[in-house]
Structure formats: structure tokens, C-alpha cells
């Protein structure tokens, strides 16, 4: 029995071959000179060296939050020379932030939006991706062109008019009510032409004699789709969904303008008034800020190759 | 056999219409139909004591746009472009090629360099307001980001959306570099390319247009820029941050519409400029690898 079968290419050959010589070796080329290991490993303690600065570069601003939110509240307001180390240190922020701050409320209202958002625009995105990928119909490209579209008008741009819009919808007024301000909050979101896009790409790598094989077969068009179309984009289908949720989760300018109830408010805009409304206080605050980002957080540490994936789409050929 | 090929041929374009519905009922109603309603208030002029209204015409849209407040807008905006941008794409260029090499822990890096895509720009905005906060910020006697200064304010906002930036631009670039084959590189050192020499003969031209999509998408959240100047500036002092969305903001609510309907109108041409300008680019092919 042999011991080690990490190595498949191995398995079954006889014992006595399994000896060291004949594995390949691991250092890739033989050292020529002899100072260049020397040499390598001094280049590679600088290129450590300058990632390790760069890196603290990069995540002073968030160090600085965490320490400034385990800062006891008014005790850092008095110091006269700025700290890089946390003054009266007093964890109690993070809890402060779900007390006083009610954080918990706004996070779950972001997290319900963003979820109904996504839900709604992976299924409308396949929808119309399958349509433009695999149906034959009158004014296929006037369609597409018209979705396409809609890239040049985002939110920002038809700002004033749509929120007009909601208000001729009573979906926003003087008194809103929980319902109407969720409407307004994931209508305009319920699909997207990127990810149209980006699923039809996916569907257009599937050969069309597929469609036809499985027709042939007595398949129709849902089963086809469930059964062969999006098992076979799954990572085009999982970076779009990762980047549906980022986009949803960190959205601004909308909610700014249609939330008009504080108790409706989104994480993105209640932070504003945590810093805002309580300048004593601000620990918990940033508290709040560093707490907010941890589903994004989580996002980039568990899907990090599908986020790369779909902010990359079309930037590498 | 015709009846039937043509009835398939019907279903199949019912189902078609069908799958498109809600995508194009969405674009219907959020992007075109508020196109239509700009168009609409940008040529009426309202009075709020009265239901009449005035054509204004093409003549109150120029009026408009070339009114001195909309030219700011639009100058703060190419200020804020011309921080952001070239900032956020040396930067991004400067960490993808440090963590772009076989070094035992990259990941570690790599992961730490893409984290401040974590980070909302409402998150980033607040983190740099308590970082120059006059009493008990790190940066409070720095004079150079004192957000109470019309040049400092500006620094201040494009400071913290650069950094926000940061993992974006990070990403992306990396995914450029990793695109190029080992090969082309080992070739050019044959060749006898020194490192520097080869990043900017081999590896820059190969990833030009990774580096063209990037500038578009930083040129756009520029050109949409908010919540960054809302939380750390609300547009001041003396109105130096306020760019052309945020100036279309404050007139949000208004009895008359008309300023903000054309400026809006304004910000739309900018972006299918910068659009077209990317597509032109592109079809261009700035640079490819084969």
C-alpha cells in the first residue's frame, strides 16, 4: 500500500521507483552562479519590504477608524497630539452602535433591498440573455440596442425625473409608508442591461447545435435553460450575482432622495447621520462604518474570484 | 409543413417578446420615459404660485448651459476628474506591478491591496471626515486637508475617493498584467530588456486597454460622484466642491425644474460623450496582443 498518493502520476508504480530521484524537482532551474541565490533572496527581502509599506500606505485609513472607534467617546477629543494608539480604550463602540445607534435596523433594511434587487435582476437578466442568445425574433437588434441603452441613462442622470415619478406613484409623500418607500427603493432596480449583458455573453459560448440536439430531444426552452443553459455559465451567472450584490448594497444617490423616513434608511445613508448628528460620539460611528462593510467584506474574502471575474469584464480582451 | 414552421416561428417570438418584458419595461420606465420628462421640464418654465407655464424653449436649455453656474459645475468636475483619474490609474499601474510576481504570502497582499473595494464610498467618505476632523483627526494640523479651504476641500474629496478607488483599480489592473503570457516576458528579457525597459516597451502597451477601460470607469464615477461631497463638503466652502450632479441635487425639489431639467440634460451629453469616445477608442484597438 503505498503511503503517498498525493502524487496520481505515481500510484501503481512499483515501490521500489517511488524513490526521490525520480520526482520531479521542485527548485525549477539549477543556480548558474554562485552569488545569485545571494542575490535573489536580498531582491525578494526588498520587494517585501515594499509591499509591507505599501500595504500599511493602503490600510492606515482603516486603522486609524478601528483605533479611533476604541477610543473612549470625548477622552480622544482632548489629546493634543494626534494618536496612533487607541486613548482610554473602551470596546464598548461596537456595542453602542447597535444600542444607541439602532445600526442593526438600517443593516437589515440594506440587506433585505439588496437581496429582493438581486433575486429580481438575475432572474430578469436570464430572461432577456436567453431571448437575445437564442431566439429568433422581429427586431432582435432594435431590442438589444434599446437595453443597451439604458447605460447611458443611469439613476444619477434621470435623478430629478424618476423621483418625480415616485412621487406621482404615492410611492414616496409628506408621510411615506414602509412599503411604498421599499417599492421605490428596488423598482428601478429590478433589471439591469449590464447584466443582460454579461449573462448573454455567457450563453453565447454555448453552441447552438446544443439547442438544437436537446429540441431535438424533446427538451423545451425552460428545461433547456435550467438543465443546460445556466449550469454551464455558472461563473459568469456567479460573478454577476457578486457584483449585483455590490453595487445594491453600496448604493447612494437613490435612497438619498426617495427614503424619507429615518427609521426606513439604508446603512450607506444612516452612516451619515451617525458621524453627523453625534460629532462626540464619533466612535461608534466608526464603529457603525467598519461594521457596515463587513458583508462586502465577507463577499471579497469568500468570492473573490468571481468579483474579480465581473469587475473585469471587458477590461481583459 | 409551412403552416407549421411559420406558428413555431410566432411562438417563438411571443416567448422572445415575453423574456424581454421586464427588462425593457424597467428601461421604459426608469431610464427612457425620465429622459422624455427632463426634455419636457428643461423647455417649460413653472411658476410656483400658478399652474401656467412658459415655453422656454431651446433658447432657456442654452440659457442654462451656458450660465455661469452650470460652466462651474462642469470646471469642479474636470478638477475632480483630473485629481481622481490619473491618481487612481498610476496607483492602481504602481500596486498591480509590485504584487504581480511569484513571492511566498502575494495573496496576502494581493487581498490586502483589493480591500478597500469593501469599503462603500459612504464608508471611505466618513472614515476620511474623522480623519481631518479639526478637533480629533490623525491629519487635524495638517493645513494641506483642511476641508474649510476651497483647495483643501477639493484635496479632501479626491483624497478619499482615490483611496476608495484603490481596490478597483488594483483588480483590474492585475487581471491586465495576468492576462500578458509568461513567454512575451521571458522573450524580452532574452531579448536583453531590463525590468524597467520591459514595463514600459512590453508590459504598459500590452495592458493599454485594460488601462483605457479603467479610465472610462473612473472617469464616469467621477462624473457621478455624491455621497463623497455630501458627507465630507456639502459642496463648499463657497460652493468650490460642487460638482455638476451635486449642483442638479440641490435643485431637487424645486417648484421649477427648468435649471435642473437642463443641467441634467448637460450631464447626459457628457456621459454619451465619454461613452462614444470609449467605443471610438475601443474599435480603435489601442493596443492588442495579437
Redesign the interface.
Known amino acids: 500500500m503505498p503511503t503517498d498518493t498525493s502524487d496520481p502520476g505515481l500510484v501503481g508504480a512499483a515501490p521500489g521507483l517511488r524513490s526521490r530521484a525520480w520526482r520531479p524537482r521542485r527548485r525549477a532551474a539549477p543556480e548558474l552562479e554562485p552569488g545569485a541565490s545571494r542575490h535573489r533572496g536580498l531582491a525578494n527581502a526588498g520587494w517585501y519590504l515594499l509591499l509591507t509599506v505599501l500595504a500599511v500606505i493602503v490600510l492606515f485609513p482603516v486603522y486609524m477608524t478601528f483605533i479611533r472607534s476604541i477610543s473612549g467617546g470625548a477622552a480622544a477629543l482632548f489629546q493634543k497630539k494626534p494618536s496612533l494608539l487607541p486613548v482610554a480604550t473602551d470596546w464598548g463602540a461596537f456595542a453602542d452602535a447597535f444600542t444607541k445607534g439602532d445600526l442593526g435596523i438600517p443593516i437589515l433594511q440594506s440587506l433585505f433591498v439588496t437581496a429582493l434587487i438581486v433575486v429580481a435582476q438575475t432572474i430578469t437578466s436570464t430572461m432577456a440573455a436567453y431571448a437575445f442568445a437564442f431566439l429568433e425574433f422581429p427586431f432582435k437588434r432594435t431590442l438589444f440596442a434599446v437595453v443597451i441603452g439604458t447605460l447611458l441613462l443611469p439613476i444619477e442622470v434621470t435623478l430629478l425625473a424618476n423621483v418625480s415619478t415616485m412621487y406621482d406613484l404615492h410611492l414616496i409623500s409628506v408621510h411615506p409608508t414602509y412599503l411604498g418607500t421599499l417599492t421605490a427603493l428596488v423598482v428601478p432596480f429590478l433589471a439591469t442591461a449590464l447584466g443582460v449583458f454579461l449573462l448573454r455573453q455567457g450563453f453565447l459560448g454555448i453552441p447552438k447545435d446544443l439547442l438544437d440536439a436537446a429540441r431535438l430531444d424533446g427538451y423545451r426552452d425552460t428545461a433547456f435553460l435550467w438543465r443546460i443553459a445556466v449550469p454551464l455559465t455558472r461563473p459568469v451567472m456567479g460573478s454577476f450575482l457578486v457584483i449585483s450584490f455590490l453595487s445594491a448594497y453600496n448604493q447612494y444617490v437613490w435612497p438619498r432622495f426617495v427614503v424619507k423616513r429615518d427609521e426606513y434608511q439604508t446603512i450607506q445613508i444612516a452612516l451619515r447621520g451617525f458621524i453627523t448628528d453625534n460629532p462626540n460620539q464619533i466612535n461608534w460611528g466608526l464603529a457603525a462604518a467598519l461594521i457596515a462593510s463587513v458583508p462586502i467584506l465577507l463577499l471579497l474574502l469568500v468570492f473573490q474570484r468571481q468579483l474579480v471575474r465581473g469587475l473585469t469584464a471587458g477590461a481583459v480582451k | 409543413m409551412a403552416v407549421v414552421a411559420r406558428s413555431r416561428?410566432t411562438k417563438?417570438?411571443l416567448?422572445?417578446?415575453g423574456?424581454?418584458l421586464?427588462?425593457?419595461?424597467?428601461?421604459a420606465?426608469?431610464?427612457?420615459?425620465?429622459?422624455v420628462?427632463?426634455v419636457q421640464?428643461a423647455l417649460f418654465q413653472k411658476y410656483s404660485n400658478s399652474d401656467q407655464q412658459d415655453f422656454v424653449g431651446v433658447r432657456g436649455i442654452w440659457e442654462v448651459l451656458s450660465s455661469h453656474a452650470f460652466l462651474d459645475g462642469v470646471w469642479i468636475t474636470v478638477k475632480f476628474m483630473l485629481y481622481t483619474v490619473p491618481a487612481g490609474l498610476v496607483l492602481g499601474v504602481?500596486?498591480a506591478t509590485?504584487?504581480n510576481?511569484r513571492?511566498r504570502g502575494?495573496k496576502i497582499?494581493q487581498?490586502?491591496?483589493?480591500?478597500?473595494?469593501?469599503?462603500?464610498?459612504?464608508?471611505?467618505?466618513?472614515?476620511?471626515?474623522?480623519?481631518v476632523?479639526k478637533?480629533?483627526?490623525?491629519?487635524?494640523?495638517v493645513g494641506w486637508l483642511d476641508l474649510d479651504t476651497p483647495a483643501g476641500a477639493m484635496r479632501g474629496v479626491a483624497l478619499s475617493s482615490i483611496?476608495q478607488n484603490?481596490g478597483?483599480t488594483f483588480?483590474?489592473v492585475l487581471?491586465?498584467l495576468q492576462?500578458i503570457p509568461d513567454e512575451i516576458n521571458e522573450a524580452a528579457t532574452l531579448d536583453g530588456y531590463r525590468p524597467i525597459r520591459r514595463f514600459f516597451k512590453v508590459s504598459m502597451p500590452l495592458i493599454s486597454?485594460?488601462l483605457l477601460?479603467?479610465a472610462v470607469i473612473l472617469v464616469v464615477s467621477a462624473?457621478?460622484a455624491?455621497?463623497q461631497i455630501?458627507?465630507l463638503t456639502r459642496g463648499g466652502p463657497q460652493q468650490s466642491t460642487e460638482t455638476l450632479?451635486f449642483k442638479?441635487?440641490q435643485?431637487?425639489?424645486k417648484t421649477d425644474?427648468q435649471t435642473?431639467?437642463s443641467m441634467?440634460l448637460g450631464?447626459?451629453v457628457l456621459?454619451?460623450l465619454v461613452?462614444a469616445g470609449q467605443y471610438l477608442l475601443l474599435s480603435r484597438r489601442v493596443h492588442?496582443?495579437d
Not at chain 2, 22 to 27: E, K, L, M, N, R
Open positions: 416561428r417563438e417570438a416567448l422572445a417578446y423574456l424581454l421586464p427588462v425593457v419595461a424597467v428601461g420606465v426608469f431610464a427612457y420615459y425620465p429622459l420628462r427632463i421640464y504602481l500596486l509590485v504584487a510576481r513571492l502575494i497582499f487581498t490586502v491591496f483589493s480591500s478597500t473595494i469593501a469599503s462603500s464610498v459612504a464608508v471611505s467618505s466618513v472614515v476620511f471626515l474623522t480623519l476632523n478637533q480629533a483627526g490623525f491629519f487635524r494640523n483611496w484603490i478597483l483588480i483590474i487581471a491586465g492576462a486597454p485594460t477601460f479603467l462624473l457621478q455624491y455621497a455630501e458627507i450632479l442638479i441635487t435643485l431637487q425639489g425644474l435642473g431639467a441634467a450631464l447626459f456621459t454619451v461613452s492588442y496582443a
